[in-house]
């Protein structure tokens, strides 16, 4: 069974920031999710259908999301996977 990559990993973003923008937040605000992926699903440019504005899709190249304080909160390489980082601005 086919997976298709970009309807999977942009349900994935969007499903964190419609999760986000329940929580109290500053309208613009910058928003930062990491997504953890198979290491076989290759990711394109899907900037334009994620649910932020000015969304920049970048790799996290060690594989590793941190918190503000340094400390790894997941490490995608373990998993066999690679871990993309998806920033941007909450909408209005």
Do not use: W
């Not at 309807?7 to 419609?18: D, L, P, Q, S, Y």
């Not at 899907?46 to 340094?70: P, T, Y």
């Amino acid at each position: 069974m086919r997976i298709d990559t970009t309807n999977e990993f942009v349900k994935r973003v969007n499903e964190a920031i419609k999760n986000m923008a329940a929580q109290p937040h500053n309208p613009r605000e910058l928003a930062h999710v990491f997504v953890p992926v198979p290491r076989s699903m290759k990711i394109g440019n899907f900037c334009g259908e994620i649910h932020l504005d000015n969304a920049h899709i970048s790799i996290v190249k060690d594989g590793k999301a941190r918190g503000k304080d340094g400390k790894v909160l997941f490490g995608a390489r373990e998993n066999n996977a690679d871990l993309y980082l998806v920033s941007g601005n909450m909408k209005d």
